[in-house]
């Protein structure tokens, strides 16, 4: 029989579901924007921005409210969680902004504020639930990551502490029961969840692509933009939930029947 391949069908993405498929995105998109895209993989890469964006959105319209929250009401945990990611935003530039020998610390602020700060802070003028959303998809990606060791080796926990302490509170101010994805709801992200898959695909392709084996940088590049698939993938096989979903499996290839004779 003959194979057939389309956009996006030579890659398949460790198992996901919409809340992790969102977490891995932001993480490919956060390396993006500190190492740039090959032009090969440019609009593949804003496409995967518009499709991580509309994820994110139907996330957090989907994020279920208690009929009674309880604790403080949003729009008093909102200021001290907006403060504290405004203060860790400060203390990493000023890091950052020693560009001395003597600064050894760079690296490690750099790797936190690619995650957290790569595109400003323009989430904390979202809506209620959307800006829980899009912390928690940070905070997610931050763990992946293990930032936790960064904050630790710049003696900042207690940054990445109040962050995550306000974060709760703030998901508790709201209302918000549950952050895993549940069966009802997976459905309704699906259509989302499977558009961004599928884009991370064309776009992991692209950038593999783009390598040429006389030109070393080409392949420093892919690294470092597809370090947070590899990172996410070691991760899913410690779990040991790294096989392919059965979707992804039947994008891989499809099989064409030959013509009767």
Not at 81 to 100: H, P, V
Request: glycine share 4%; hydrophobic share 40%.
């Amino acid at each position: 029989m003959g194979k057939t391949y389309s956009p996006g069908s030579l890659v398949a993405l460790p198992r996901t579901n919409a809340l992790e498929a969102q977490a891995l995105a932001i993480s490919l998109v956060t390396a993006a924007l500190a190492t740039p895209v090959p032009s090969i993989a440019s609009r593949s890469f804003e496409r995967l921005q518009t499709q991580t964006t509309a994820l994110s959105g139907a996330i957090a319209g989907l994020v279920t409210p208690k009929a009674e929250p309880t604790g403080p009401l949003p729009h008093v945990v909102d200021p001290s969680l907006d403060r504290s990611l405004s203060y860790t935003r400060q203390w990493l530039e000023a890091i950052l902004a020693l560009d001395e020998p003597e600064n050894t610390l760079r690296d490690a602020a750099k790797r936190i504020y690619d995650v957290f700060f790569a595109d400003g802070l323009t989430y904390l003028n979202f809506p209620y639930l959307r800006q829980w959303s899009t912390i928690h998809a940070r905070l997610t990606v931050a763990d992946e990551l293990d930032l936790d060791a960064a904050f630790t080796e710049l003696n900042g926990t207690c940054f990445i502490a109040s962050i995550r302490r306000l974060h709760k509170l703030y998901g508790d101010a709201l209302g918000i029961t549950d952050a895993r994805v549940t069966v009802d709801v997976e459905a309704k992200l699906r259509p989302f969840a499977d558009a961004t898959r599928n884009e991370m695909r064309v776009y992991i392709e692209k950038v593999v692509a783009s390598v040429e084996p006389d030109e070393p940088a080409t392949a420093d590049a892919m690294t470092a933009l597809l370090q947070p698939l590899a990172d996410f993938t070691a991760k899913s096989t410690a779990r040991g939930d790294a096989q392919p979903m059965e979707s992804d499996s039947q994008a891989m290839e499809t099989d064409l029947e030959p013509p009767a004779e």
